[in-house]
């Protein structure tokens, strides 16, 4: 017999940034148990719910038993488990008594295998699991796997003993169809029980009908939706029709996080529009934005220009006839906020950022590395070593970098730590300072995360690179690198910025320089660890190029060469992509891993000098004479930047590779015949190589 099972568990508010996650993953463990023990087909249907106050799941067509199945369990080798005249051992007998046979059992036991390998199998069949246990255990694996931010530990209604959950819980539902299944979880029993909304329900109680009616009795008798997804969307279509009603192509700020939260903080959503005094919008748009969204919810809404209004939304969690004093309570909160942000802005603009500088020699950055101050100075000479290969203005990137941090001792970022880089932005052009400065100083920390915009000028660029460069030789001097899951210092996001700002922009600058130039600032205060970090940056270009749908292949035949100017590494990829695709591809690939190898196996420095008068079989000669034509052709295409090119230009070398290591012996008897015979492969290899490893792309 198959029904629809529901199961939930009713709590205290969970938190709402981990709302989402929870529900996900109670749904999907308990369901994935019910269906590992035969209870609920793989493709069973399963539907999410997670609230504020409960997290639930209904799991279509679950069996009442899972059907029974047949089991063939090894026992032991015929040799222990038989006698010579074939009767059970007492090891065989006590083997099947603890799995509930007796002697009547010897008989049917198969063997497997053959002479001294041959077994004794036991064929059984094992009872299917009833939906009671199976539910029970598949209820405690949910909650033993949930991802909870932190445990909290409460005492049970018998005043004794104590439980550890996410929240309190207080009551639990099992319903299969309309019949409630006897479990038990953090001292509760089952039942078919739940609470509706705090406020709004039509009865406080809701005693849920069948698991099929969940959803709708909830909806209707408690003024629940329950579905996390359900509401979600039906907050989007609320702030839609809020912001149509304001009018003016205003809308909402777009948040997925912030609405994530929001809808783990309502259980029946009402979207209302608030306003605050117009004076307020003298203040940059993304302070406001930034305390209206984290510390009240609020989703403020902008003009078609991207520009803040000064009206915004509120989620609200009760729905009133009449909605004033929800909308003028909220508005009372926030003036305060925003008040705080006017006076943070206004006092903060009273001192230069140029007069804060000397501030940051007080401010500890790390006890190895020294001050925020000492810091700034080593990115100054970063920034300005980078100015000068690039041609930028090298006045305007130190005056930049000079003040890049300033704002961190403003009482805005004191209060908005976010905010760091964009108010130094504003204050630089309160200080006059120009569009280009303050671009830099606003822009110097991105990228901040993947697919963030990247240093508007060249100088915020400079800026941005030195900064970055600045931590990571830094931090890997001083042997701060990150482990596993832990990168506090965020230093693989700063690999990836400087690796997309050196790729995205083409910038005519070695890794390597850099490495070394960024080092010299630090002087003795660390260890050179510009191998290690060499190393860092280009494992994570590695994965960046995979994820970006290159193949491993073209990635590690590109990246086996370590090319020092990263911006040639996407026309080396189409090159190599190109490459692979000619028919002469695959025996070339296969020829460079072969000369390869015979040259590894040569001791001290490699022959490169070919004599051609030792050039002895016919084979060879050709050889010679085709790199002798070819080399030109694709050194100039390589020169040029066209990899493709020089790539391509190797074709013709199939034919005489092939008939060299058909009729030519490499390791001659004679020295002087056999290290002719090695120069010649070095030069193929080193010709063969200038682009990519083409070995790499040898199966």
């Not at 494992?539 to 749908?549: F, I, K, N, P, V």
Request: proline residues 4%.
């Amino acid at each position: 017999m198959n029904k629809n099972l529901l199961v939930e568990l009713f709590v205290e508010e969970l938190p709402p940034k981990a709302l989402k996650k929870l529900g996900e993953s109670f749904s999907a463990v308990l369901a994935d148990s019910l269906k590992a023990q035969g209870l609920a087909a793989a493709d069973a249907a399963v539907s999410s719910f997670a609230s504020p106050r409960r997290l639930a799941v209904q799991v279509a067509a679950v069996a009442d038993k899972a059907a029974d199945k047949p089991v063939s369990q090894k026992l032991m080798p015929v040799a222990v488990g038989l006698d010579a005249n074939g009767a059970a051992t007492p090891a065989l007998l006590k083997k099947l008594a603890s799995l509930g046979a007796d002697a009547s059992a010897v008989a049917g036991l198969k063997r497997v295998g053959e002479g001294k390998a041959e077994t004794l199998m036991f064929d059984s069949v094992q009872p299917g699991v009833a939906l009671a246990a199976g539910l029970q255990k598949a209820l405690e694996d949910a909650l033993a796997k949930l991802p909870i931010p932190k445990v909290m530990g409460y005492q049970l209604a018998d005043g004794w003993s104590t439980v550890s959950f996410v929240r309190p819980a207080h009551k639990l539902i099992a319903l299969y169809g309309a019949d409630v299944v006897d479990i038990s979880v953090l001292g509760l029993k089952s039942g078919r029980e739940t609470l509706g909304h705090r406020f709004e329900a039509a009865q406080p109680v809701v005693a849920i009908r069948d698991a099929d009616s969940y959803a709708e009795q909830l909806k209707n008798e408690g003024s629940v939706i329950a579905s996390f997804a359900e509401r979600r969307a039906e907050i989007v279509r609320q702030l839609a029709a809020a912001a149509a009603k304001v009018g003016g192509g205003v809308k909402a700020i777009e948040d997925e996080a912030l609405l994530d939260e929001v809808t783990g903080l309502v259980e029946r959503p009402n979207v209302v529009i608030g306003q605050f005094e117009t004076e307020f919008l003298a203040v940059p748009q993304e302070c406001l934005i930034l305390t209206m969204k984290a510390n009240q919810k609020y989703f403020p809404l902008l003009d078609a220009a991207g520009k803040l209004t000064n009206k915004f939304l509120i989620v609200s969690n009760i729905a009133p006839a009449d909605a004033s004093a929800v909308i003028q309570g909220n508005e009372r909160v926030v003036r305060p906020r925003l008040a705080d942000a006017k006076f943070f802005f206004d006092q903060d603009r009273k001192k230069s950022l140029a007069s804060r500088v000397e501030g940051l020699g007080k401010v500890v950055y790390h006890n190895k590395l020294g001050t925020q101050g000492e810091r700034i100075e080593r990115v100054r000479a970063i920034a300005k070593a980078i100015a000068g290969k690039l041609g930028v203005d090298a006045a305007a990137a130190d005056t930049a970098a000079q003040l890049a941090k300033a704002d961190l001792l403003t009482d805005m970022v004191g209060e908005f730590p976010e905010l760091q880089g964009i108010m130094g932005g504003y204050y630089a052009r309160h200080d006059g300072l120009g569009e280009t400065i303050a671009d830099a100083v606003e822009d110097h920390y991105k990228p901040r995360f993947a697919g963030d915009d990247l240093p508007r000028n060249e100088v915020g660029l400079v800026v941005a690179l030195a900064d970055k460069l600045e931590t990571l030789v830094g931090l890997f001097g001083i042997g701060q690198l990150p482990t596993g899951d832990k990168d506090p210092f965020a230093l693989r996001r700063h690999a990836l910025g400087v690796i997309r700002m050196l790729i995205e922009r083409d910038l005519p600058l070695s890794l390597e320089a850099l490495v070394k130039d960024s080092a010299a600032a630090f002087g003795s205060l660390i260890t050179d660890a510009s191998a290690a970090l060499s190393e860092f940056i280009f494992d994570r270009l590695a994965g960046s190029l995979r994820e970006q749908g290159y193949s491993a292949q073209e990635v590690d035949a590109v990246l086996a060469l370590r090319p020092q100017r990263l911006g040639d590494i996407a026309k080396r990829l189409a090159a190599v992509r190109a490459f692979a695709a000619l028919p002469e591809a695959a025996a070339l690939a296969a020829a460079n891993k072969r000369v390869g190898n015979i040259l590894k196996k040569i001791e001290g420095e490699l022959p490169s000098t070919v004599t051609p008068a030792l050039l002895a079989e016919e084979a060879e000669k050709a050889l010679f004479a085709a790199l002798g034509s070819i080399a030109p052709q694709a050194n100039a295409a390589f020169d040029s930047g066209d990899y493709t090119a020089s790539l391509q230009a190797l074709a013709a070398l199939r034919g005489p590779v092939d008939a060299f290591f058909d009729g030519v012996m490499v390791n001659a008897e004679e020295a002087a015949l056999r290290a002719n015979r090695q120069a010649l492969l070095n030069q193929l290899y080193g010709l063969m190589n200038r682009v990519a490893d083409l070995s790499k792309l040898s199966a």
